[in-house]
């Protein structure tokens, strides 16, 4: 293991030198963030496409589906954290040149997801309603709360179908960009979301003589969308073994070395356990908002859904530090990787401001696409200016969390996102929201200046450069 004293940021370099890459750099940044970021987009686009359509139906199939896709949220968290832990060392593995590694990799990401998808459609089938009651509150607002719960547990019953393609895409896609191949999850992508698009409008609305299922129609849509996805990235992996040189042999055996199985185990743990706690935080979160009732759920949802639009740019330059400081610290070029990822979260926090005008320019028409009441769309604006004004903080968020993890600091990442949420940002919303009358934008922003506490902590950590760690140096022997 290899660390530096040196302090990131600092030293005798001018500010352009520290934080301002060459054209050759960016050129770079752009060839893997471009498809990575074309490819969430998509996912997320996904997501908000059956929001919408769903929205212009009525109130409650919106907030149904809202509460079942927070469920769905979880899961997709507790799958992506698991495959990220082994990630870190299949872009060290492919940094070092060692196919083998890499396949090693691979193996336990598809036997860690058959685990996560198997307990994942067995609790959410049996315990779905047990789950979506926890969002259900009477506000006085005149909503059918059995309804929601209905078109809820339709949605979810119907997604849970799709769960192992998710599963198999995960596998595949990261395993690619984790490579430097982006540009095939991206056009799988592609293809999904316009599947998508075309089946939400033949079933959610009944067109081309087909019936009117409503929320039914957009799951099954969805559905259908990720499993065509799921073939287009398996078939493409396995038909180009020159490119891919790690699919030669994947399946011979399911065969880890037990001394690496111990590593992948201890280094991606913490980020399994972090991802679920996390993404369980955020349900939290939700779940004490909802306690004001239907009404801040609904603009929550619609708010969220174009907020998560924009935070694809701080999740993307995430994946980009990964992969990009990944692969150096495998390589070994340490002082390399310290320079470029001072020079990509600079990257990141101009593009939150990019960011934040967006969502500001987009708060006033965005909740106008929903059928809904001009108290949840006026409540939905005010939730996106917020986010937009915090934006800065997110990214910043996104960018430590991810060097860290490059360099394998599992534990300390987990310490990092789920100490924080659970005992800083739900402390002070349940607090506030028990003991004080604040209203839900109020807490909303309770919530943002809470995470300032992680903002300083990240920006403490980075100086320390503790995350500058070649792990494949000795693979087995790398902690």
Known sequence: MQKTGTAV???????????????????????????????????????????????????????????ANQLFFVYALAIFGGLSGVGIYTAQFFGKGDCEGVRYSVRYKFLLA???????????YFCGPFFLNFFLTDDGSGANLTAVLGYGYEYLKIILISL?????????????????????????GLVSVGVNIFLNYLLIFGKLG???????????????????ECGIVMIWSHRHKERNSWIVGLYRSMRIPLAQLRVFIRKGAPILINECLWSLGMT????????????????MNISNTINNTMAILF??????VAIMVGQLLGAGELERAKDEDN??????????????ILLVLTSTFFPLLYNTTDEVRALASELMIIYAIFCPSVAFMNAAYFT????????????????????????????LSRFTGLSATELYIAEHVANLFKVLIGYILLRKNIWVVNLVKDPVEAS
């Open 164 to 188: 192992p393609a998710f599963a198999l895409i995960q596998v595949y896609s990261s395993t690619l960009r984790e490579c430097g191949e982006t540009v095939v999850p991206m056009v799988a």
């Open 343 to 356: 020079k990509l979260i600079f990257f990141t926090l101009c593009l939150s401001v990019v960011a934040g």
């Open 284 to 299: 939290t979160l939700v779940q004490i908002y909802s306690m004001s009732g239907i009404t801040v759920v609904a603009a």
């Open 114 to 124: 058959l685990i996560l998808t198997g307990s994942a459609v067995a609790l959410l």
């Open 210 to 228: 087909l019936p009117a299922l409503g929320v039914n129609g957009a799951a099954i849509a969805t559905v259908i969308a990720r499993y065509i």
């Open 9 to 67: 940021g600092f030293g005798r370099k001018s500010f352009k030198e520290k934080y301002i890459g060459d054209k050759a750099f960016y050129r770079t940044v752009l060839r893997i963030t471009i498809p990575i970021m074309i490819q969430n987009f998509i996912s997320n686009f996904v997501n908000m496409l059956d929001n919408i359509m769903v929205g212009s139906v009525g109130t409650e199939p919106m907030s149904g589906v809202a509460i």
């Open 404 to 431: 860290i993890r490059s360099g394998g600091k599992t534990f300390i990442t987990f310490l990092f996102d789920s100490v924080s949420i659970w005992g800083v940002s739900i402390l002070a919303v349940y607090l």
């Open 315 to 320: 999740t993307t330059m995430g994946n980009v």
